[in-house]
C-alpha cells in the first residue's frame, strides 16, 4: 500500500497579466481604501485588490462601524465627514470609561461606508478590482514587482512599481521573505471575535437604563438625543456572571461593549471572544467561528432575557468576516514600542499623529485592557518592511511590539499609516527612487497639506 502525500508538487504554468500599474494596493480595510486615494490623488495609476465583494473589511464587513479615538485629520477625517453629510456617521463624542474621559468618533452605517468608500475611489482615478484574492508576490531580485491574484477568471498577473500590503495579515510581505514577529513576545495573539448586530431594540428604554446603571454599564456614552448614533456602553460584568450560574452557559468575555450605528432600533454586539486562536490558519478561523455563532446565539439570550430594551430584540446580522485583532507585525526600518506610543516619542520622520485608546484584549483571560493616553507619532520607517524593496505595510501589521499594536490595530491609525503609504509609494514611483530612500519630507508635505498633523507636540486634545 503506498502512503498518502505530504506535499503536492504544483506544475509550473503561466500566468497572463492582467494589468500593468505603478501601484497596487493588496486589501481594502481601514487602511488600503486610504493608500489607494493617497495615491491616486497624485495622479499615479493604481489598482485596489480586495477579497470580499465590499470595502472597508472589518470597519464593515466585520461590522465594527466605529474608529477607537478622534480622527485628527487627513483622508480618514475627509471620509468621515462626507459620511456625516450624507447621514452615514455621527458626530465625535466624549466617553466615560471609568479612569476618565474619551474623544471617540461617532460610528458610521457599515453599508453606507462600503458605498462611499468605493465613490471616493472611483473619484480618485483607483482601479478596484472586488473578489480577488491576492495568493503570491512577484519578487525578483528581493524587489516587489507586483502580485498574483486568484479571481473568476483564474490565476493572474498583476505588475506594479510599488506594492502596499494592507491585507492586515502582511500577507505579501511575509511571503515575499519579509521578517516578521505574531503577536506578544510569546507568540500569543489577541483573541478573535465576532460582531453581530440586534434589531427591535427599545432604544429609549435601553438609553434610559443604561443612563441609570452606571455600575453595571461602568464605560459609556449615551447621548440625549441621537441613540441611532450616540450610545456606547461597556461592562455588564456582573450580569453576565449571574447568566452563566443560572443557565450553565460558558462565555468568554467578563466585558461587553453595545453601540449603536445608525439604526433607530439596531445595537452591534461586541461580545464573544475565542482565545488562542490564529487568524493564520484556516482550521483555526473555522473552529473559532463555530464557536462564535454558539456565542453569539448565547449572548442574543443573554441580553433579550437581562438587559431593559432588549425584550423584543433578535439578531438581524452577522459579520461575514471573523474578526483577527492580532497575527503579523511586519518589521520595519524601525519597531514601534509600547513605550513609544504612551510617551508620545517625537519622530522625525512622522508620518501620523493617531489619538486612539490603548485597547488589549487580554490575550489568555477575559480582561480588556481600555485606556487613554496623549497623542503619538508614528514614524515612516515602520511601513517599510525589512530585507524587500518596492513594498510598504500599512494597517494593522505594521512594524511594532504587541503593546504599541494595543493603539496602532485601531481604525484611525490603520487609516492614517494607509494614507502615508499611498503618498509615499507615490512620491516613489514620481521621482524613480525605491520606497526605502524616498524623500519623507515631500511625503509629510502631502500629508500636512491633507490636515493630518504629524507633530503629536502640537495636538491640543
Ligand atoms: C472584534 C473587533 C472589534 C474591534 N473594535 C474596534 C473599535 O471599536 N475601534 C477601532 O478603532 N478598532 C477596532 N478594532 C480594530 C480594527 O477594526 C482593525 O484592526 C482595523 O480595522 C484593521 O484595518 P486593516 O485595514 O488593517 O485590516 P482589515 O479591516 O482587516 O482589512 C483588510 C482587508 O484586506 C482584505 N484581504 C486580506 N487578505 C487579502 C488578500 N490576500 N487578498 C485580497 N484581500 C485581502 C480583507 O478582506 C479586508 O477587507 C476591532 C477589531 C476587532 C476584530
New binding site residues.
Partial sequence: MTSKPSVIVEPAREVPVLLDVDVVV???????PMAAIAAARQGVKVVL????GA?????T??M?S????LLPGGIPLEFWERAQEIGAAGSRYVADIGKGNIGLTAPCDPEMAKILLARMCAEAGVQILFE????APIVEDNQMKGVIIECKDGRRAILAKVVID????G??AASAGAPFIVGSEEGAMQP????FKMNEVDMDRFAEWARNHPEDVTERYISPDRPEYGIWATGFERMLKKFQAETGIKLQRENITLKTAYGKTEVFC?STRVIGASGLSVLDISNAIMELYRQIEANARFFKENVPGFENAYINGISS?L???ETRHILGDYILTGEDVTTGRHFEDSIAVDL?AM?IHDVKGSLVRFESYPPYEIPYRCLVPQKIDQVLV????ISNDHVAHGRT????A?MAT?QAAGFAAAVAVKTGRVVREVDVNSVQELILATGMPIDARQVEI
Fill in positions: 493588496a486589501g481594502a480595510g481601514s487602511a488600503g485588490i480586495e477579497r470580499f470595502l472597508g473589511g472589518n470597519l464587513v466585520g465594527n466605529k474608529p477607537s479615538g480577488a484574492m491576492v495568493v494592507c491585507t492586515a495579515d500577507d505579501v478573535v471575535s465576532m460582531y461586541n468576516m474578526g483577527v485583532r486612539a485597547d500599512a494597517g494593522r501589521c490595530r485601531n481604525i484611525p490603520c494607509g
